[in-house]
């Protein structure tokens, strides 16, 4: 069993930038595929950020390609999310998950963190 917790969220204007942090607890936290996603009132829960469980591979989706980067710390139990350049669309409670294998498909992700609510101003 692995447990997520992220961190991190807040209000921020227009252009700015945020990092989510999510702490992992689990003997096999290393061996899984990490992924952000992100769920706004009204809409469907969407892929944002994937990271292999080595890091060695990263993916985002269109709309975050060029402003966010995923990354991990396996040593410290950790999966990151710098977030530059925020829109007011950015506005959404983002969630950390854990995949046995890579994907930008939530119903291969095994376990998730509570959500941290992140607000973009304009």
């Known amino acids: 069993q692995v447990q997520l917790v992220e961190s991190g969220g807040g209000l921020v204007q227009a252009g700015g930038s945020l990092r989510l942090s999510c702490a992992g607890s689990?003997?096999?936290?290393?061996?899984?595929?990490m992924g952000w996603f992100r769920q706004a009132p009204g809409k469907e829960r969407e892929f944002v950020a994937g990271?292999?469980?080595?890091?060695?591979?990263?993916y985002y989706a269109d709309s975050a390609k060029g402003r966010f980067t995923i990354s991990r710390d396996n040593a410290k139990n950790t999966v990151n999310l710098q977030m530059n350049s925020l829109k007011p669309e950015d506005t959404a409670v983002y969630y950390c998950a854990a995949a046995y294998s890579s994907s930008s498909r939530a119903a291969e992700y095994d376990y998730w963190g509570q959500g941290t609510q992140v607000t973009v101003s304009s």
């Open positions: 990271i292999s469980w080595n890091g060695g591979s990263t």
């Open positions: 689990g003997r096999t936290f290393s061996m899984y595929a």
